[in-house]
């Protein structure tokens, strides 16, 4: 779901969403009794709040040990990127 989402970001309806939902089989049912819940809303607020906080201007955000990373988003960068930061990490046990 969060892949076609993606994909239609920029033309999101609550018609839309329905259908994305349908379109990939999911638990029509489930779907819309989740996106009314209010535990579930609850969830997304706080996640949405601690994006805030981190000053998160959108998705995705990657962070390496708690520093955002600026870098080349290429899989080959970013596993390099981690590599370095796991090193470091052990660097400073």
Do not use: C, W
């Not at 994909?7 to 779907?31: V, W, Y």
């Amino acid at each position: 779901m969060h892949d076609i989402i993606f994909e239609n970001q920029m033309a999101l309806s609550n018609d839309k969403i329905d259908n994305f939902a349908r379109q990939i089989g999911l638990n029509f049912d489930k779907f819309k009794s989740d996106i009314k819940s209010p535990g579930v809303m609850a969830m997304v607020e706080a996640d949405r709040n601690e994006g805030e906080k981190a000053n998160l201007t959108g998705t995705p955000t990657i962070f390496l040990n708690g520093v955002r990373y600026l870098g080349d988003r290429s899989v080959e960068a970013i596993s390099s990127a981690v590599d370095v930061a796991l090193e470091s990490a052990e660097t400073t046990k």
